[in-house]
């Protein structure tokens, strides 16, 4: 793969300032907010030929994989009901559940490997920070999109 057709999955705490200006003026234009790229780009403070040179290259992550698998790994306490309702969460953003692997408990607390179909309008963003605050979820990531 050449170095132009890598992809790098980022927090947005990484993310320069720049890039972040970038994305917000295209969700201005998006939305109806502004109608033009100047007004976009002076509403944000990025100068236009910024926002030329780097809008093909930044996207909100949820952007990226709506309709796509996505595959999560979970440390979360081994209680009754704590897995039922992880399944239940997923549900309510509409996520086919394709895949579970749980390891053997240790000391109460159990890995999961979770492989979820997100929909279309899906919002993955949304979904793993609601996820870190899930009672009896210890540890939660995205291990890999496709």
């Known amino acids: ?4 057709n890598k992809y790098y999955l980022i927090k ?18 998006e ?4 109608a033009t790229i100047q007004e976009a780009t002076e509403k944000v403070g990025l100068s236009r030929s910024s926002f030329y040179k780097y809008k093909d290259d930044i996207f909100p992550f949820h952007e990226n994989v709506k309709g ?4 999560f790994v979970l440390q979360m ?11 239940k ?27 979820v179909q997100m929909p279309a309008e899906g919002d993955i963003s949304e979904m793993i920070n609601e996820l ?15």
């Open 132 to 146: 870190h605050a899930t009672d009896g979820v210890h540890y939660a990531k995205i291990l890999s999109r496709e």
């Open 1 to 4: 793969m050449s170095e132009s």
């Open 31 to 34: 939305s109806g907010a502004v």
């Open 68 to 71: 796509q698998t996505v595959t």
């Open 12 to 29: 947005q705490r990484a993310v320069p300032e720049v890039l972040r200006k970038v994305l917000e003026a295209k969700r201005l234009l």
């Open 77 to 87: 306490d081994d209680r009754p009901g704590k897995l039922s309702n992880l399944l």
């Open 89 to 115: 969460f997923i549900a309510g953003y509409d996520a086919n559940i394709l895949t579970i692997h749980q390891t053997i408990p240790i000391n109460g607390v159990a890995s999961l490997t979770l492989s």
